[in-house]
Structures are given as structure tokens and as C-alpha cells.
């Protein structure tokens, strides 16, 4: 089975962008300022790909940090965007080739991303890929995000295109529940921290290891 799609669409942060050790990094260093624990590996990857408002939650829940979540999640977006992001996040080396192929065939191509409005122009920019893209939906560009459907509709209704014609690609179960209720077809990429059998829960259309992979699934 090969695609017959127009627009593509991809997640950001684990998909084309690698940021796990920068938020890893971060919380731990914003955590120990304020003479909390570190948290492990595997409890600051659980919050990969939430809202900026839900990680602050969770963290100050988890922790009980004697700090607003609104609070939180101001210091931790700042420090995100201005330093640990351009200091430690890199784009994956699979993605630039792709999109750079994807948009020599024509394809319009869109980025649907929990990532917050503030935040998202940053990413695009800092990695030197926001030519690429006909639109960008953030967290703040949709009632609800991700794994709700509505970023997704968005994204599609911006590029006039309709949900059939389109595939959402993402390093997560979000990503592809996301899709399969906005009516696209999904493709989930694995990456280092999502196993494959919580993606295969989500039953994407495909699963890939790289994403130069879908250069071959789409006609």
C-alpha cells in the first residue's frame, strides 16, 4: 500500500526535532534551584509532547514545588526558548533531507505541534526549517490539542486540502489519535523514547524508522 496524499504533516518535538535532553536537562536544573530532587529519565519522558501548561501542572504535582503552575510554566518556557532549546536541541538528521525531497515533489507540508504559539516560531527558526512549511498549528491555534482532532482539522482546512489527502506523521500514540480522528492517514516514526508497542496500540496506518521512509510509502 502507497499513499495517494497532497499535504503531510508532521509532529515537531521527537519527530523532526530532537529535545528530549534539552527539557530532560532543564527541569532537573530549574528543580535543583529551587532545592527539589531531580526527576528521572523515564518521569520527564512521560511529559514529552504535553502542553506547556500540563507539564508545569504535573511537575509541580509530582514534586510538590511551592510554586503557581502558571508561575512554572512561565520560567520554564523562557529559559526554554531563549537557552536550553538553541543549546542543546538538534534537528534530526533524517529530517531535513525529507522535507527538503517532499517539497521538490510538490507536497504542501504543515507542521501540528503541542507546542505553544510563543514557542513554536523559536523551533522553526532557530533549525532553519519554517521555509519549508505552508502552515504551523500550535497549542494555542485550536480549542484542544493534540490527541484531540482539531490541530489536525485545522491544518488541513488551512491548506484546502481534504482529510483523505493528507497524513499526519509523529513519534507518538497523541500524534496518530490525533489523525485517525481528523479522518487523515497516520504514520508514526519510532524514535529513542517511545517503545514500538505503545505506538502499535495506536495502530497507525505504518510504522517507520526513519523518516526518509516515507519517501518510499507515498506515490
Avoid: C
Avoid at 499535504?7 to 515537531?12: E, K, P, Q, T
Avoid at 502542553?51 to 508545569?56: D, K
Amino acid at each position: 500500500m502507497r499513499l495517494k496524499v497532497r499535504a503531510v504533516l508532521f509532529d515537531l518535538d521527537g519527530t523532526l526535532v530532537e529535545t528530549f535532553e534539552a527539557f530532560h536537562i532543564m527541569v532537573n536544573d530549574i528543580l535543583r534551584r529551587f532545592n527539589m530532587p531531580e526527576r528521572s529519565f523515564s518521569e520527564n519522558a512521560r511529559l514529552v509532547g504535553k502542553t506547556s501548561r500540563t507539564i508545569a501542572e504535573t511537575i509541580a504535582k509530582e514534586t510538590g514545588l511551592n510554586m503557581s503552575s502558571e508561575e512554572l510554566s512561565t520560567i520554564m518556557v523562557g529559559e526554554w526558548i531563549y537557552t536550553y532549546m538553541p543549546r542543546y536541541g538538534k534537528l534530526y538528521p533524517d529530517a531535513l533531507e525529507t522535507l527538503r525531497e517532499l517539497k521538490k515533489r510538490g507536497y504542501l507540508l504543515g507542521v501540528v505541534s503541542n507546542t505553544s504559539r510563543d514557542e513554536l516560531p523559536n523551533y522553526l527558526n532557530i533549525f532553519r526549517i519554517r521555509g519549508f512549511f505552508d502552515v504551523t498549528v500550535s497549542a494555542g491555534d485550536s480549542e484542544k490539542p493534540k490527541p484531540a482532532p482539531d490541530p489536525v482539522i485545522k491544518a488541513v482546512e488551512t491548506l484546502g486540502v481534504k482529510p483523505e489527502e493528507a497524513v499526519m506523521i509523529g513519534d507518538r500514540p497523541e500524534d496518530v489519535e490525533a489523525g485517525k480522528a481528523a479522518g487523515v492517514y497516520t504514520i508514526a516514526v519510532l524514535r529513542s523514547i517511545r517503545p514500538r508497542a505503545e505506538l502499535e496500540t495506536a495502530q497507525p496506518d505504518f510504522i517507520i524508522t526513519s523518516l526518509s521512509e516515507i519517501l518510499t510509502l507515498l506515490k
